[in-house]
């Protein structure tokens, strides 16, 4: 029998149902005493449906029947189960795992947003309006684009959002372009977006330094070719330092440049993407932003594009108009050229609420010294651990994350997954493995800006901990995690057969 309850930190947690006691009630309301109706006076009997719950109809559904301090220690012990960067260093590559400053969610609570009401009058939620505009606003001044939407919910829709722009655009010139190059070091978003946009994906090779060549892109560029979907700095995190010339290769074969911005932490205050010849660009801000995620909670993905693709943008837009010396802010719906709506109401408010005071709160110079931080933090990460690690590619500088390979762990009979399994002993969250596909064995780590060098200097010993596991003792290695409630799990099964019915 599983033990319930705590034992120093290592808890057992049976599920509801195993917990069940016949007859134990949560709640025991008072008995009713209004009387039965009877339905047959209002609906001839003959098309009632025979059965209700009351004449034992449903009494095959199996519920646990369980006390309210069940349920509560339950769902207690379970959200003590949590990971959270809250709980410690979550170097996760690809998906900026950073700390997000609590005074944002404060001010996402404020009364004034949270019981406001999409259906009320535009005249009585000018604020709301004053700021989405604003936000717009300050992404395309960090992007350096020209207009922006922020309907979309995540970083994928915005990707979908700004390829179905892409798409219109053609259509209205014309033109039946059919291809999107995408890298073979992209996230699988981007493939996946420009198949559900109705597109065809030609995989670009990257060169011998992990960055796109001139020499592919003119090779693949053609009158078929829609646009380049680009990811800058790149998922082996590093910059594209051509992608000025590449830009306007693709541009003088009539194709987009279409970058994913997931990686704006590295960029903020350095570089803007519109300045490098970026057509369209969708953020996170659920990344870069202040917005906590991960385990699938809400996002927002806005798109920010340059003025020809401006008129294709989603609507609703916000407009800004002056009337006696007051700013009024409204929707507006009436664009002919839009592709229309991507989310139902005006995308995820309370996410822009984080982002606009998360913007508001760093400033310019703020924002500049989050990405310079975030760089600094994973090149002191990849110096510090090249020599223990092999580095994914050449010996340069990195941007926010820093990719190692597993060539140096086969020969100990180890694994990319081991090292990850065994970093959870060490009581940090395994980093990115496997992703870039175009790395053996990839670690991509990416320790962003909110990182202490306490932290990173005390994971860099873990991992160097590691490494000299490898190497005198592996099986401490092949069997982690050994600290942990559940020790290594099937993952293949755990896909394929997941266990969705309890059966008493
Ligand atoms: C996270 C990420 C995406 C997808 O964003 P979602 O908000 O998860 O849909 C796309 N590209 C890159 C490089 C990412 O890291």
């Known amino acids: 029998m599983k033990r319930v309850g705590t034992t120093g930190l290592v808890m057992e947690e049976p599920i509801l149902f195993e917990r069940s006691v016949k007859g134990r009630r949560g709640v025991s309301p008072v008995a009713h005493d209004v009387p039965k109706a009877d339905m047959s006076a209002l609906i001839p009997k003959r098309f009632l449906r025979s059965g209700s719950v009351s004449d034992g109809r449903f009494d095959s559904a199996v519920l646990p029947e369980i006390s309210e301090l069940d349920v509560v220690r339950h769902y207690t012990r379970l959200s003590q189960w949590n990971f959270g960067l809250e709980t410690g260093f979550y170097p996760l590559g690809s998906c900026t795992m950073k700390y997000n400053p609590k005074v944002n969610e404060d001010i996402a609570r404020l009364d004034g947003f949270t019981t406001l009401h999409p259906y009320l009058d535009e005249s009585l939620a000018q604020g709301a309006l004053q700021l989405m505009y604003e936000l717009e606003k300050d ?7 020209d207009a922006v ?5 995540a970083g994928a829709q915005g990707e979908l959002t700004g390829l179905l722009m892409v798409a219109k655009c053609l259509r209205d010139r014309g033109e039946s372009r059919s291809k999107i190059l995408i890298p073979d070091t992209a996230h699988g978003t981007n493939p996946a977006s420009s198949h559900l946009a109705g597109f065809k994906v030609v995989k670009i090779e990257s060169g011998e330094d992990g960055c796109l060549t001139l020499e592919s892109i003119k090779e693949a560029m053609d009158s078929d070719v829609a646009a380049l979907m680009l990811t800058n700095p790149n998922t082996l995190g590093l910059f594209e330092h051509d992608i000025v010339e590449i830009a306007s290769i693709v541009h003088d074969r009539g194709g987009f440049v279409f970058c994913d911005g997931a990686n704006m932490n590295a960029l903020m205050g350095l570089v803007r993407l519109g300045d490098l010849g970026v057509d369209v660009v969708q953020l996170n801000l659920h990344k870069t932003f202040s917005t906590p995620h991960g385990g699938g909670g809400p996002g927002s993905g806005p798109v920010a594009v ?4 401006a008129k294709y943008l989603p609507v609703p837009r916000i407009k800004k108009e002056e009337t006696d010396g007051n700013d009024i802010y409204s929707f507006e719906y009436g664009s002919a050229d839009s592709i229309g709506r991507l989310k139902a109401f005006y995308g995820n408010f309370a996410i822009m609420v984080r982002a ?5 709160r760093c400033g310019p110079e703020g924002l500049r010294r989050v990405s310079e931080i ?28 820093a990719v190692f390979s ?15 399994k065994r970093l959870i002993d060490y009581g940090v969250h395994p980093p990115t493995v496997y992703f870039p596909l175009v790395v053996n064995g990839a670690m991509m780590i990416e320790p962003t800006e909110t990182e202490s060098k306490t932290e990173l200097d005390s994971f860099i010993s873990a991992m160097e901990a590691i490494a000299e596991e490898a190497k005198q003792n592996p099986e401490k290695l092949l069997n982690a995690p050994t600290a942990t409630k559940i020790s290594r ?4 099964r755990a896909a394929r ?3 969705l019915v309890w059966r008493p």
């Open 139 to 145: 992404l395309a001044e960090i992007t350096g684009m």
């Open 356 to 360: 606009y005071g998360y913007i508001r």
């Open 374 to 401: 975030a760089i600094l933090n994973a090149n002191y990460i990849k110096e510090s651990l090249k020599p223990t690690f092999d580095l994914a590619h050449d010996d340069k500088p990195c941007m926010h994350e």
């Open 489 to 492: 799990v099937d993952e293949t």
């Open 497 to 499: 057969e997941p266990k």
């Open 406 to 420: 597993d060539s140096g762990l086969k020969e100990l009979g180890v694994t990319t997954m081991d090292v990850a």
């Open 306 to 309: 340059k003025g020809g693709l």
């Open 149 to 153: 939407t922020l309907q979309p919910s």
